[in-house]
């Protein structure tokens, strides 16, 4: 356990509305991650950060932003939801190397 | 971009049976990783292998990293219920330090 929590754990929401996820650690890692996950498709990287301010974008990050103002949070936010962001989302840091994960939202948007 | 195909994508199996799982790329990684997942959970680590060729056992598990670093797998041996669950390759590409790229999934079964 790497102190790691998202909230919400699920949400449904209706397509165009705004949707913001939290990721919240207890450890001070630099690296945190946001990640999506879709039958058939693993684990894909949508946003991450290096530091406070600093993020940068994964594979699929095209309708999605992220913020981070302090080393403990990571928001994702999707700005106007569509069907096919329906997902598990992911949250996870890097310690030595190894990434450890968070429990996951599962968002539906309808 | 970087791709890891896993096969097979679902394995059905039953208490006892060995299996393995594989993990295969045309792309070079500095490092691979295997981790299990279980349902309304994430991903958990199990292992890192570093070295072309370098081979780690994990009780009945055994990960063995390719010669020329672009495949790996993953042997179950007289596999338990307690095996089942979702399980991912994923890979830290030279010169990428910082981001993983996981594979496709596996999903194995194991029934009594």
């Known amino acids: 356990d790497a102190g790691i929590t998202q909230s919400p754990r699920h949400k449904v929401t209706e397509t165009g509305t705004p949707v913001t996820l939290r990721c919240h650690q207890t450890?001070?890692?630099?690296?945190m991650y946001w990640y999506r996950q879709d039958p058939g498709h693993g684990l894909r990287l949508i946003h991450y950060s290096y530091g406070v301010k600093d993020t940068d974008k994964g594979e699929v990050s095209d309708g999605y932003s992220v913020s981070r103002s302090k080393t403990e949070d990571f928001l994702l936010t999707l700005e106007s939801a569509t069907s096919s962001q329906t997902s598990v989302y992911f949250c996870?840091?890097?310690?030595?190397?190894?990434?450890?994960f968070g429990p996951g939202t599962r968002l539906t948007v309808t | 971009t970087q791709l890891l195909e896993q096969s097979p994508q679902f394995l059905s199996i039953q208490e006892g049976e060995n299996l393995t799982v594989y993990c295969n790329s045309s792309?070079?990684?500095?490092?691979l990783q295997w981790y299990r997942q279980e349902p309304g959970e994430g991903p958990v680590l199990l292992v890192t292998v570093v070295t072309g060729g370098e081979v780690k056992k994990l009780k009945r598990l055994t990960f063995q990293f390719g010669d020329a670093r672009k495949d790996s797998s993953l042997h179950i041996t007289a596999a338990q219920p307690g095996d089942t669950g979702l399980y991912l390759c994923?890979?830290?590409?030279?010169?990428?330090?910082?981001?993983?790229?996981f594979g496709t999934g596996t999903r194995l079964q194991v029934t009594l």
């Open positions: 792309s070079v990684f500095s490092s």
């Open positions: 994923a890979g830290y590409g030279t010169g990428t330090a910082s981001k993983l790229t």
């Open positions: 450890e001070n890692h630099r690296y």
């Open positions: 996870a840091i890097t310690a030595l190397g190894e990434q450890y």
